[in-house]
């Protein structure tokens, strides 16, 4: 009974953070990713240390090298691949989309071809199109991304 009552509240915390993906940033999914991954590395190296396996939980303790690798570098003031300090989305923003902003929407380096910026569009909005289950929020900043790098 306990179990099917921990299920229910799990599910009902996954169906709550769907709505949550709606209308996040890229940048904060990244680092909600980041620290699952490094939740599950403690996780783990819990489980093996209990078990007597002490060895080999050092090595599920590096899952958290690039966590601990980004929060080093964001302190001493370093952007790493766009995770670093900056202007940070909190959602829908006021005012036009930098190009800046928009090569991180659609996940590009700022020398990318107009070949790679349509490539990337097209994969994006496979799975952001509301047509196809996506949000209409982050299909519209994928196009206006677009568009601004573009022109």
């Known amino acids: 009974m306990l179990w099917l009552l921990l299920g229910a509240v799990v599910l009902f915390l996954l169906m709550g953070g769907m709505r949550a993906f709606?209308?996040?940033?890229?940048?904060?999914i990244k680092a909600l990713?980041?620290?699952?991954?490094?939740?599950?590395?403690?996780?783990?190296?819990l489980m093996l240390i209990l078990t007597g396996r002490g060895g080999i939980a050092l090595g599920a303790l590096t899952l958290f090298g690039p966590l601990v690798y980004?929060?080093?570098?964001?302190?001493?003031?370093r952007r790493i691949?766009?995770?670093g300090p900056g202007p940070r989305s909190g959602g829908a923003r006021s005012g036009p989309m930098s190009r800046q902003e928009?090569?991180?929407v659609?996940?590009?380096h700022p020398n990318a071809s107009e070949a790679e910026i349509k490539d990337a569009h097209r994969r994006l909005m496979r799975g952001a199109h509301p047509d196809a289950?996506?949000?209409?929020w982050l299909a519209a900043r994928i196009n206006q991304a677009?568009?601004?790098?573009?022109g």
């Open 22 to 28: 709606e209308k996040a940033s890229v940048t904060s």
């Open 102 to 104: 928009a090569y991180e």
């Open 133 to 136: 289950g996506g949000s209409d």
């Open 146 to 150: 677009r568009d601004i790098l573009l």
């Open 106 to 108: 659609l996940g590009l």
């Open 81 to 83: 691949g766009g995770m």
């Open 33 to 45: 990713f980041t620290w699952i991954l490094a939740l599950g590395g403690l996780s783990l190296a």
């Open 70 to 77: 980004q929060r080093w570098q964001a302190a001493r003031g």
